[in-house]
């Protein structure tokens, strides 16, 4: 019940064109949706997240969407650009308080914004 | 601000021998996390501290442990050293905006080989 699903596992994209990712959860306990943004030989770096009491958040280029009813949730990046191309990881976690957070990730997937 | 440290970048050690790898998190932030990231793969937990305490530990066997120091920053250490011990280990701290609102950024890891 902890599995968190991404696809696709890849994606190619144009410059300017709008990838989606998407991501489906079992954890109906999960409350914390965030998504990462890996470079090859880098660490994760946290792009946006999400709560389940909205269903829509933007940030700059990024969105995510969230369908609670369906255990869905997605990632949106308006006008991509080459140096966007990167692995793109979604996460959750159910809040407990202070220190007793675990993320969970997807299995990834690496988008190439072609020019 | 400088963002979560770990050292050393890259380690190579053989099989059966016992690691050490470091993480200093972000100024400010008691909580600490380790993942590891096989290579293709999402990040997988290992162990939470917060304020000195574990708080989570992830499925992994008793060669793996941690601790964390009165200045917050932490060691994973590994023994008895497996080819699959072979990943990407991530330390990230988190920021807690209050009990029920947080945010987890990572460093950039440590690459361990073992031959």
């Known amino acids: 019940q902890q599995q968190v699903k991404q696809s696709p596992q890849s994606l190619i994209v144009q410059k300017g064109g709008i990838p989606i990712i998407n991501c489906a959860y079992e954890n109906t306990a999960f409350d914390y949706f965030p998504w990462y943004q890996q470079f090859p030989g880098k660490g994760p770096a946290l792009l946006i997240a999400?709560?389940?009491?909205?269903s829509e958040k933007k940030e700059g280029r990024f969105t995510i969407s969230f369908n609670k009813s369906a255990k869905q949730f997605s990632l949106h990046i308006m006008d991509s650009q080459p140096g966007d191309s990167a692995t793109y990881f979604c996460a959750a976690s159910k809040i407990r308080g202070f220190g007793n957070e675990k993320l969970t990730f997807g299995t990834g997937t690496r988008l190439t914004i072609i020019p | 601000d400088a963002g979560v440290t770990q050292s050393p970048t890259h380690l190579i050690k053989t099989r059966g021998q016992q690691v050490t790898l470091r993480c200093s998190p972000i100024s400010g932030h008691k909580s600490v996390s380790w993942y590891q990231q096989v290579l293709g793969q999402g990040p997988q937990f290992i162990f939470q501290y917060y304020e000195k305490e574990e708080r989570g530990r992830g499925n992994f066997p008793d060669r793996f442990s941690a601790r964390q120091f009165p200045n917050y920053s932490s060691e994973l250490n590994v023994n008895a050293l497996l080819l699959g011990d072979s990943a990407l280990y991530l330390c990230?701290?988190?920021?807690?905006?209050?009990?029920?609102?947080?945010?987890?950024?990572f460093g950039p890891g440590t690459r361990l080989t073992v031959t």
């Open positions: 990230a701290s988190s920021l807690y905006f209050d009990a029920l609102s947080y945010e987890q950024y």
């Open positions: 999400i709560r389940p009491d909205v």
